[in-house]
Structure formats: C-alpha cells, structure tokens
C-alpha cells in the first residue's frame, strides 16, 4: 500500500518561512519523480514544484522560482519543500504526489499525470 503523509503546514506571517515533508512507503521511491501541488480555498489543484529521482533535476512554477526549493532524501524516502519570503497568496493546502510512472523525463504539471497522493498539509500566510 502506497503512503504520502505531509507535515509541516502551519500559520505564518508574511516573509516567513516554512518547511513541508512529505514521507513516503510502499514505492520504490528512488525511481519516482515527485511534485508539490497547493490548492488555494475554492480554486483548482495547482502545480508547485518538481524533482526527478535523483535529484538532479527540479522544476517550479513562476509565482514561487527563487522563494521555494524543492529536494529529496533518497535515504530517507521523503521530499521537501523549502518554502521563503511567504506570501499571503500562499495560503492553500499543500500535497505531494508520486509521477504515475518511474524514470520520467518529461515535466508534469498536471494533476492527473500523478498516481500517488497525499493527504495535504494546511499552509496560511497572513499579511
């Protein structure tokens, strides 16, 4: 049985800082890219960042590139994310996800190019 469990989340003023893990089982997870989304109250499910299974390669939306850092610890089976000078436009529930398929190349930015879901961690930014 495959398990993402987020932690992290919490209630923050503007320009700080937070760092969300996300824990993964049940998948060979050095094989696997992984991705944050976020989804803001009433609005869609929205690509953050990406690693591959290495780590040597991320990808972030615009809104948070030079704010956010994404990384995982194959040892430890878990990805991170590095979250800097928060915004109020932040604010959403935060999920990592597993890529549907292991050793992918392609970027992914779309939901349902993902398998694997966690529960997501509540992330509130006030100004």
């Known amino acids: 049985q495959v398990q993402l469990v987020e932690s992290g989340g919490g209630l923050v003023q503007a320009g700080g800082s937070l760092r969300l893990s996300c824990a993964v089982s049940?998948?060979?997870?050095?094989?696997?890219?992984m991705a944050w989304f976020r989804q803001p109250p009433g609005k869609e499910r929205d690509f953050v960042a990406r690693?591959?299974?290495?780590?040597?390669?991320?990808n972030y939306t615009e809104s948070v590139k030079g704010r956010f850092v994404i990384s995982r610890d194959n040892a430890k089976n878990t990805v991170y994310l590095e979250m800097n000078t928060l915004k109020p436009e932040d604010t959403a529930v935060y999920y990592c996800?597993?890529?549907?398929?292991?050793?992918?190349?392609?970027?992914?930015?779309?939901?349902?190019?993902?398998?694997?879901w966690g529960q997501g961690t509540q992330v509130t930014v006030s100004s």
């Open positions: 690693i591959n299974w290495n780590g040597g390669i991320t």
């Open positions: 996800a597993a890529d549907r398929s292991p050793f992918i190349r392609k970027l992914k930015t779309a939901p349902d190019e993902y398998r694997y």
């Open positions: 049940g998948l060979p997870f050095t094989n696997y890219p």
